[in-house]
């Protein structure tokens, strides 16, 4: 699959998260269970789901992934449970489509990556993912983000 790679410019974006540390084949049975639990906690504080599920992932020493996911929020949710308060970064990003095996979405992260590096551009932070279909969709789209700024490198 080729990937088309965007500038794009976000504005900071409130939201309600669970973070979590599984392995590898660990990611399905924790989003299933979190994303739940996020809307659920939203919902009873009054605060309005404001978009897709995202999941920011980090490699961890033992194989395995540290993991927050969650839904971008309308307001602010307090801290109950697992659920905690977050934020989804500003800032000039870029953004890319993939569409399939969510299993293969190491390959838009590498083409993202490299389009930051061939094009005179450099990480900032971490990247993220927004969901915009479920599992159950035969080729789900998945928004890849990667903060990004200008190198001064000549």
Known sequence: MSYEVRLVDLQEQPAAAVHGHVAHDGIADFLGSVFGEVVGTAEQQGVGVAGAPFARYRPADDGGWDIEAGFPVTGTVSASGRVEPVTLPGGRVARTMHVGAYEKLGDAYKATSDWITDNGYVATGEPWE?????????????????????????
Request: proline share 16%; charged share 25%; glycine share 4%.
């Open 130 to 154: 927004l969901y915009l279909d479920g599992p159950e969709v035969p080729e789900p789209r998945t928004e890849v983000f990667f903060p990004c700024a200008e190198s001064h490198h000549a």
